[in-house]
Antibody
Framework: QVQLVESGGGVVQPGGSLRLSCAASGFTFSSYAMHWVRQTPGKGLEWVAVVSYDGGNKYYADSVKGRFTISRDNSKSTLYLQLNSLRAEDTAVYFC??????????????????WGQGTLVTVSS | QSVLTQPPSASGTPGQRVTISCSGSNSNIGSNSVNWYQQLPGAAPKLLIHSGNQRPSGVPDRFSGSRSGTSASLAISGLQSEDEADYYCAAWDDSLNGWVFGGGTKLTVL
């Protein structure tokens, strides 16, 4: 059974740091790109970052660039998100998600499946 | 404010057909496929439609997706009470070099 389980959320003061983890099971973790997506309380979804299957390529949303770092340990089937210089607006539930793709001619279709259950990060003094 | 625009709410009675729209631009929906996610109350998002109109295994054929130009739609036929959820569209944006989501549509089954 394919499963993603996040951990590491909590309450942190503005300017503080936190590291989130996402433990994967039921599939070959090292074969898939992985993403972090967040959801602010009562609001919509916002893509945060992606890391390639081997960790060699990483991309970030402008809102977190320079403050957050995505990484992975394929030997442990675990995805990470290091959150630094946290702000009140970073308060959200953080989900990890696996990227699935299909190649259609020269185009690549991608989507997120599955998603973890999420971990809540609250930035407050 | 989300890059993709969805109506905040939609509703229908059991058995009805409802559609949810998602409006974008040439850099996202106009050039890349759209995915739809369903989020039941208190749960994580779940993939509903990928590549514009493809249903993953286990998703009823009551759900269908389509695209026209820079807009996409999710149609739900034979509406059921368990369809009451939030629905989000998403697409890759070539200009932003990132994924963008709609603001979500809360579907109420009356």
């Amino acid at each position: 059974q394919v499963q993603l389980v996040e951990s590491g959320g909590g309450v942190v003061q503005p300017g503080g740091s936190l590291r989130l983890s996402c433990a994967a099971s039921g599939f070959t973790f090292s074969s898939y790109a992985m993403h972090w997506v967040r959801q602010t309380p009562g609001k919509g979804l916002e893509w945060v970052a992606v890391v390639s299957y081997d960790g060699g390529n990483k991309y970030y949303a402008d809102s977190v660039k320079g403050r957050f770092t995505i990484s992975r340990d394929n030997s442990k089937s675990t995805l990470y998100l290091q959150l630094n210089s946290l702000r009140a607006e970073d308060t959200a539930v953080y989900f990890c998600a696996r990227e699935d793709i299909v190649v259609v001619g020269t185009a690549v279709d991608a989507w997120f499946d599955p998603w973890g259950q999420g971990t809540l990060v609250t930035v407050s003094s | 404010q989300s890059v993709l625009t969805q109506p905040p709410s939609a509703s229908g009675t059991p058995g009805q057909r409802v559609t949810i729209s998602c409006s974008g631009s040439n850099s996202n929906i106009g050039s890349n496929s759209v995915n739809w996610y369903q989020q039941l109350p208190g749960a994580a998002p779940k993939l509903l439609i990928h590549s514009g109109n493809q249903r993953p295994s286990g998703v009823p054929d009551r759900f269908s997706g389509s695209r026209s130009g820079t807009s996409a739609s999710l149609a739900i036929s034979g509406l059921q009470s368990e369809d009451e959820a939030d629905y989000y569209c998403a697409a890759w944006d070539d200009s932003l070099n990132g994924w963008v989501f709609g603001g979500g549509t809360k579907l109420t089954v009356l």
